[in-house]
C-alpha cells in the first residue's frame, strides 16, 4: 500500500514535471511538491481530551502524533477547527481555547498567539488572516503587524472562504434553533479592499462549510435542521453552489434544495467530493456514500467513489490535496468511537484507497504543506 | 413462632448494624457515631465508604456527585429520603451533594434489593441508598434541638438550625433548616504539556437554604405517620471543566425543590400494612452569557413535579411471610423551550414476594411488574412499556453461635430502568423509539462476625457479582453534526466488595477502630466486536479503590485518620495515553470531643482535608480540593 501511494506521488510529480514544460525544455524547472499532510485532531472536551496536532509526511510515509506538544511543550488546546498553510506560517484556530495559533511552517514551533473569541475557521490572503468567530464576527489580522480589525457579521459565523476578492462568510444562526435558525440563512461577502460588508447572499438553512477551487467557483453545505427523516418539516443536509453573480446556482432546476444531499464537501480544480449519508427505514445512520462531480460542469461523475474494499467508518472531514489531487478522509473508528482513535484514508482521485494510518482522537482536518523542487 | 417471623419493617427506621449480618442481599450501613469514626465530613466521602460504590464526582461543594453501583450506571441507582424514594424522571440520576450529611442518622446502601420484604416497589431498584435524617431517630420527650455551625476553608459557611418537640409519647413534631455558603475558589495545578501552573476554581460559588418540617404520629397498634415537608432553594455557579488557556466561566443554576411526603406503617403479629403519599414539585433554570446566544444569553428553565402514592400489606405465618405492594406515580416535565415539549408519564408497578424461612435458611422470591405509560404533546411520544422482573435471593446462617455469626448468601435479580425524559425527548439527541436498559445481577458472598476475646469484634463482610447490561442506552452520531440516543450497548461487570472491621477496647473509654473496605471492579464494555474499546474498562471505572479508617476514641480528644484511594482510570471506554487519568490517596485527619454542661452536649470537631495537598480529579478537568480544613461546633439542648 505504501508503495502504491509512493510510486503515485512519483508520477503525479513526473506528471506536473511534464506538463510545466514545452517542447523546447529539458524538462528543467521548479515544480510544486507536497512535503506533508497536518492532522488536526480535535480531542473531545467533554471527556476533557484536548486536540492534537499530527503531520504526516508524505515521502517518508510516516505519521508524527502531537507534534505541536512535541515541539512547543504546551497543550495546542480544547477543539481545534482547522489549520491552513499560507506563506511561511501555519494558522490553526481552536476554538474552545481562544486562540488562534501562528507556527512556523518548517518547525511548527509558535510564532505568535492571536487571541480571539470562539475561532471557528481561518482562510488567508496576502498578508491578511481571516477569522470566524462563532460570537458573531469576522476578525481580519495584519499578519505583518499582527493588528486586528473586527467586523459584525450575523449571529454564529460557521466558515469562510477566501475568493474572487473577497471574503464569504456562511451565517449560521446555529444557537438559535429553537426558532428554526430564523438568521442562518445567508452567506455574508466581504470586500478585501474595505474589508466591509458588501452583500448577504440568500442560502439554505443553517449554511456550514465553504470552500472555492482555482476557478473561483463556491460551494456550501446547508445543513438543514438535523431532523429525522420521520419529521415532515424536515430540512435535509445538501450542497449548494454560489454562482459568478453571487446568487445560488440554479444548477438542475433544484435551486432550493441544492443540486444534491451532502453533509460534507470538499474541492479541488474540476473536482467536487461530497459525503452524503446512509440511512436504514427507521432513520438512523447505517453509512456513507461518496459522490464526485464534475465542477465545471455540475454533472456527476459518479456516486460511488471511495466505497469498494476497506473505507472509512464514519468520516468526520473529506479534503484534497490540490497539488496531487489526492483525497484525504478522516474518519472515527465507529459510529460509536467519536472519542475514540481515529484514522486518516488516502485515495486517488479515481477512488482507489491509496494508504490509511491512525491519527489522533476525532480527526477532524487536514491541511497541506507544499515545497518545491527545482530539476 | 420464631423471635423474627414477622414482616422486617417496611420503613428503614431503626435499621442496625446487624442487619448486614442476617441481610439476604448486601448491605452497608452507617450510624452517626460511625460516620463521625470514619472521617466523613460530606455525603461524597460517606458514600465512597461503601464498597462497589464508584462515585462520580465533579469537584467542590457545589460540585454534581452521583454514585454508579457495581458498574450498572448511575441512573440504576435510587435515593430514598427518610422512607420514599426520591424521583428524577428529566435526568434520572440523583445528585447526592443537596443532601447534608450532618442531617443524617443513618445512612445504607441495599444491593439488587431490599432485605425487608413490604416496602414500595420503588425501593426494589438494583441498588438503593437509604437515607434517614436525625428527626426520625429522636425519641426524647420534650423540646430538644441543636444549633449548629460549620466553616472552613474556601468560604465554607454553613449554621444550621434542628428542632424537635416531642408534646408526649405518640407525637412529635420538627424543623430543620440549613444554610450552606461556599465561595469554593480552591487552588489547583492545572498541568500543560512539560509547565504546571498553580490556578484557581473560579465562578464555583454555592448558595442553597434548606427547610424542612416533620411530624410524626404514633397511632398505637394502628401503626405510625410519619410526614415531611420539604424546600430548598440552590444557586450554584458552575464552574465548568478546566479548559486550556480560558479561565472564567459565567453558567449559573438555580435550582428550587419542594414537596411533602407521608408515610403510614402498622406492623402487627401477623399483619403487617404501608400506605405513602408524595408530591413534589422541582424548578431549575440554567443560564450562561456569551455572543453566540440570540440575545447574548441562554436560558434554558425546566420544572418538573411527580404524584405518587405506594400501599402495601404483609402476612406472616411460621415459616412463611407473603408481601404485596404496588405504586403509582404520574411526572411531567415542562420547559421554556420552544424546541422541547411538554411530556408525561404514568407508572403502575406492582410486586408480590414470598418468604420461605425454615430454621436458618431463608429464600425470597419476588416478582416486580412495571407498566408505564408515556404522552408527549409533541410529535411523537416514547414507547409505553410492560415489564416483569423476577429476583431471587438466600441466605443462610450456618454458624450462630455467641462468639461468632457466619452466614452466605445468593441472589440473582432481573430489572430495568426506564429511558429518562432526557434520553427521550431532549432536542435533537432524545429518541422516543428507545427501549429500556435491561439488566441481571448474579451474587453471592457472606458475612461473619466474630468477638475472639471479651474486647475484641471483628466483621467481615465479601460479596462478589456478576452483572449483564443491554440494550445500554448510549448516544451515537445521526449525522456529521448531531448525535442521537440509541439501544446500543452491552456490558459485563464482575467485582468483589469488601468491608472489614476491626474494633478493640483497650480500656475503659479507649477504643480503636480499623475499618476498610476495598472494591474490585472489572465492567467491560461488549458492545461491537472488532472495536477499539470491545473487552475494555468501562471509563472512569477504577478496577481497585478503597477506603481506611483509623479512630481512636478516648476521653479527651477522639481522633480519625482516613484514607481514600483509587487506581488509575480511563476518560473514555477506549484505552489510549490521551485518556489516561491517574490515581491517587488522599488522607484526612479529623479530630471531636463531646463536652458536657448539665444537660447541654456540645460536640466540637476540626478536621484536616487531604493532608498532603494531592492534587488530582475524579472527573478529567473537574480539579477535587487540595489541602482543606473545616471545623464545626453543634450545641445540643
Not at chain 1, 124 to 133: Q, V
Not at chain 1, 289 to 300: E, I, T, W
Not at chain 2, 230 to 251: A, D, K
Request: charged residues 15%.
Amino acid at each position: 500500500m505504501k508503495n502504491l501511494l509512493r510510486n503515485t506521488l512519483i508520477a503525479l510529480s513526473a506528471t506536473l514535471t511534464l506538463a510545466s514544460c514545452n517542447d523546447t525544455d529539458d524538462y528543467h524547472g521548479t515544480f510544486l511538491t507536497t512535503d506533508a499532510a497536518i492532522i488536526i485532531n480535535q480531542g473531545n472536551q467533554y471527556d476533557g481530551i484536548a486536540g492534537t496536532m499530527g503531520v504526516f509526511d508524505t515521502h517518508s510515509m510516516v505519521y508524527s502524533a502531537n507534534i505541536f506538544e512535541g515541539v512547543n511543550g504546551q497543550s495546542l488546546g480544547d477543539t481545534p477547527q482547522n489549520a491552513i498553510v499560507h506563506g511561511s506560517k501555519v494558522y490553526l484556530p481552536v476554538f474552545g481555547s481562544n486562540v488562534v495559533w501562528v507556527l512556523d511552517k518548517n518547525t511548527n514551533r509558535i510564532v505568535h498567539t492571536i487571541n480571539t473569541n470562539q475561532p471557528e475557521w481561518v482562510d488567508a490572503y496576502k498578508n491578511y488572516l481571516y477569522i470566524a468567530n462563532n460570537d458573531g464576527f469576522v476578525t481580519r489580522v495584519d499578519t505583518a503587524t499582527w493588528a486586528t480589525t473586527q467586523l459584525a457579521v450575523g449571529p454564529n459565523p460557521a466558515c469562510l472562504v477566501v475568493t474572487r476578492n473577497a471574503v464569504y462568510v456562511t451565517i449560521s444562526d446555529g444557537y438559535n434553533y429553537a426558532n428554526n435558525y430564523a438568521d442562518g440563512k445567508k452567506v455574508v461577502k466581504i470586500n478585501l479592499d474595505g474589508f466591509v460588508v458588501e452583500k448577504e447572499i440568500p442560502c439554505g438553512l443553517n449554511p456550514g462549510k465553504i470552500v472555492a477551487n482555482s476557478y473561483g467557483q463556491i460551494f456550501l453545505v446547508a445543513r438543514g435542521n438535523y431532523k429525522p427523516l420521520s419529521e415532515p418539516d424536515r430540512v435535509p443536509s445538501m450542497i449548494q453552489e454560489i454562482n459568478g453573480s453571487d446568487v445560488i446556482s440554479a444548477t438542475g432546476g433544484r435551486s432550493d434544495l441544492g443540486f444534491t444531499l451532502g453533509m460534507d464537501l470538499a474541492v479541488s480544480n474540476n473536482y467536487l467530493y461530497v459525503i452524503e449519508g446512509d440511512y436504514n427505514n427507521d432513520g438512523t445512520l447505517r453509512g456513507f456514500n461518496y459522490k464526485v462531480f464534475n465542477a465545471l460542469g455540475m454533472g456527476l461523475m459518479t456516486d460511488d467513489k471511495f466505497s469498494v474494499g476497506d473505507r472509512p467508518a464514519c468520516p468526520t472531514g473529506i479534503f484534497v490535496d490540490p497539488v496531487t489531487s489526492l483525497v484525504y478522509i478522516t474518519s472515527d473508528p465507529s459510529l460509536t468511537g467519536y472519542n475514540q482513535q481515529g484514522s486518516v484514508w488516502i485515495f486517488n482521485y479515481d477512488g482507489a484507497l491509496l494508504h490509511h494510518f491512525d491519527a489522533g482522537i476525532h480527526p477532524y482536518a487536514v491541511a497541506f504543506v507544499h515545497g518545491s523542487i527545482t530539476q | 413462632m420464631r423471635a423474627d417471623s414477622t414482616l422486617s419493617e417496611a420503613h428503614v427506621e431503626g435499621m442496625h448494624a446487624g442487619k448486614t449480618l442476617t441481610s439476604a442481599t448486601p448491605l452497608q450501613h452507617l450510624d452517626s457515631r460511625q460516620m463521625k469514626q470514619i472521617g466523613a465530613t460530606t455525603m461524597a466521602d460517606a458514600v465512597r465508604s461503601f464498597a462497589g460504590v464508584n462515585l462520580r464526582d465533579y469537584g467542590g461543594a457545589g460540585g454534581m456527585k452521583t454514585v454508579n453501583v457495581r458498574g450498572l450506571g448511575a441512573s440504576h441507582t435510587a435515593v430514598s429520603y427518610d422512607g420514599i424514594v426520591v424521583g428524577n424522571a428529566q435526568g434520572g440520576q440523583i445528585d447526592l451533594s443537596r443532601f447534608l450529611l450532618s442531617r443524617l442518622s443513618h445512612l445504607s446502601l441495599q444491593t439488587a434489593e431490599s432485605d425487608a420484604l413490604l416496602t414500595t416497589v420503588r425501593e426494589q431498584g438494583n441498588a438503593t441508598l437509604l437515607l434517614q435524617t436525625d428527626f426520625a431517630a429522636t425519641r426524647t420527650i420534650g423540646l430538644t434541638g441543636t444549633l449548629g455551625l460549620e466553616t472552613g476553608s474556601f468560604g465554607l459557611f454553613h449554621p444550621s438550625v434542628s428542632l424537635t418537640g416531642q408534646t408526649s409519647e405518640a407525637h412529635a413534631i420538627g424543623m430543620m433548616a440549613d444554610f450552606h455558603y461556599g465561595k469554593n475558589d480552591y487552588p489547583f495545578l492545572f498541568r500543560n504539556g512539560v509547565a504546571t501552573h498553580k490556578e484557581r476554581r473560579l465562578n464555583s460559588r454555592l448558595r442553597d437554604t434548606t427547610v424542612e418540617l416533620n411530624d410524626r404520629i404514633d397511632l398505637g397498634d394502628h401503626g405510625t405517620i410519619a410526614s415531611k415537608a420539604y424546600f430548598s432553594n440552590r444557586n450554584r455557579q458552575l464552574p465548568g471543566p478546566t479548559i486550556f488557556y480560558v479561565q472564567g466561566n459565567h453558567e449559573r443554576l438555580h435550582e428550587r425543590q419542594a414537596f411533602m411526603q407521608s408515610r403510614w406503617t402498622m406492623q402487627r403479629t401477623k399483619w403487617q400494612a404501608f400506605a405513602a403519599a408524595k408530591v413534589s414539585w422541582e424548578e431549575s433554570k440554567y443560564a450562561d452569557e456569551g455572543g453566540q446566544y440570540p440575545g447574548g444569553a441562554l436560558h434554558q428553565n425546566y420544572r418538573q413535579r411527580e404524584a405518587y402514592g405506594s400501599g402495601g400489606v404483609g402476612r406472616s405465618w411460621t415459616h412463611w411471610q407473603v408481601a404485596l405492594a404496588a405504586d403509582y406515580a404520574y411526572a411531567d416535565l415542562a420547559s421554556n423551550l420552544t424546541t422541547d415539549s411538554d411530556v408525561a408519564r404514568h407508572s403502575l408497578l406492582s410486586s408480590v414476594a414470598v418468604r420461605w424461612m425454615p430454621s436458618r435458611f431463608t429464600l425470597t422470591l419476588r416478582l416486580v411488574d412495571a407498566v408505564l405509560w408515556n404522552r408527549s404533546d409533541g410529535p411523537s411520544s416514547a414507547r409505553n412499556l410492560h415489564h416483569l422482573s423476577p429476583s431471587a435471593s438466600m441466605i443462610w446462617n450456618c454458624l450462630t453461635l455467641p462468639q461468632a455469626h457466619l452466614s452466605v448468601r445468593a441472589h440473582y435479580k432481573d430489572f430495568f430502568r426506564p429511558p429518562t425524559f432526557n434520553e427521550s425527548y431532549y432536542y435533537h439527541l432524545g429518541s422516543t423509539s428507545l427501549r429500556p436498559e435491561r439488566t441481571r445481577q448474579i451474587g453471592m458472598g457472606g458475612s461473619l462476625l466474630w468477638l475472639p476475646a471479651e474486647k475484641w469484634r471483628l466483621s467481615v463482610d465479601a460479596n462478589s457479582y456478576f452483572n449483564r447490561i443491554a440494550d445500554k442506552i448510549s448516544a451515537i452520531p445521526y449525522n456529521l453534526f448531531v448525535w442521537r440516543m440509541t439501544n446500543l450497548g452491552r456490558v459485563r461487570a464482575a467485582g468483589l466488595d469488601l468491608v472489614v472491621q476491626a474494633d478493640w477496647q483497650v480500656r475503659p473509654r479507649h477504643g480503636l477502630m480499623l475499618r476498610g473496605t476495598y472494591t474490585l471492579q472489572s465492567v467491560r464494555n461488549r458492545t461491537q466486536r472488532g472495536d477499539a474499546s470491545f473487552g475494555k474498562q468501562l471509563a472512569y471505572v477504577p478496577t481497585h479503590s478503597g477506603t481506611m479508617a483509623l479512630s481512636w476514641t478516648n476521653p479527651w480528644v477522639n481522633a480519625t485518620l482516613s484514607l481514600q484511594a483509587c487506581s488509575m482510570r480511563w476518560a473514555t471506554n477506549e484505552h489510549t495515553e490521551s485518556t489516561e487519568t491517574p490515581g491517587y490517596g488522599e488522607w484526612s485527619l479529623g479530630l471531636w470531643r463531646n463536652i458536657t454542661v448539665g444537660r447541654h452536649h456540645i460536640t466540637v470537631g476540626a478536621h484536616l482535608l487531604n493532608i498532603l495537598d494531592r492534587q488530582y480529579s475524579i472527573i478529567r478537568r473537574y480539579p477535587m480540593p487540595g489541602r482543606a480544613w473545616k471545623v464545626s461546633a453543634d450545641w445540643h439542648f
